[in-house]
């Protein structure tokens, strides 16, 4: 085991904020990256399903009387 | 086992085996980045040189690795919508961009919180961190010039241009610390020459590597499928879709 302690561990002898500057980093692109993804998947679903709705009307009104 | 591999390329036939496949390479993505993570901050020893600020080393060549597959698989996908016309050949190649563009920039940042400790300086205008960086433009460029072009069909094609010619940026990169004497180490792992780091700091390496490819298909594989969905609209499969959801 490379730590003696967690305050060790954080750290990284004296080099905590370049290791956990690169990592945190890391975490945050990631998971920004799903998120962006998501939402625009959200987004998405939302048009088409409005789309889908104003057709269904709209045939709706075609063939009534 | 015969596979007609064709079938995939529709789109209707990818979006399903895409949405299957997804949740696949979530799984093997995060387990993989807990066992590397692990291996390299608990197993992999202190270095005798950089102490403990090596460790950025699991997450930085694994970045830059990825910017530069991420680009060749990019450039590829777009060169074969381009030859054969093929839809998601293109819509596959615009969904990487985002992701090698992340990977490029995680390069250059971690890059430079490594450089200020070891070279005293977070940003030389060494070759292979300018390299770096043009690669960076060239995902921005692909990206901003696809996002200006209204008609789809043409921003692929315009989109494939634009990546193939930066194709060329792949090689100087990869050769830029043998071509020019610079700041930049040289290679850590070569196929030529046995690898100068200890067995654990390789294997977390690798295992990092694995997790950011496994990531970089799931993050993909679902922005593919919102460009699907996108571009596929009119069609009665998307209308089909949501019907039943």
Known sequence: ?65 | MAINWFKYSSPASFYSLAGKMIPIFSITAFALFVVGLYIGFFVAPTDFQQSEAYRIIFIHVPAAWMSMFLYLVMASWAAIGLAFNTRLSSMIATAIAPTGAMFTFLALWTGALWGKPMWGTWWVWDARLTSELILLFLYIGFMALQAAIDDPRRADKAGAVIALVGVVNIPIIYFSVKWWNTLHQGATVSLTQSPKMATTMLTSMFIMALACWMYSFAVVLMRTRTIILERERHTMWVSELQGTT
């Open chain 1, 1 to 65: 085991m490379n730590w003696a302690s967690w305050s060790d561990f954080f750290a990284m002898g004296g080099y905590g904020f370049y290791v956990w500057g690169s990592y945190l980093a890391a975490l945050f692109c990631m998971i920004g990256e799903i998120v962006l993804v998501f939402n625009h998947r959200r987004t998405i679903h939302k048009q088409l399903s409005l789309i889908h709705k104003t057709t269904q009307q709209e045939q709706n009104n075609e063939t009534t009387p």
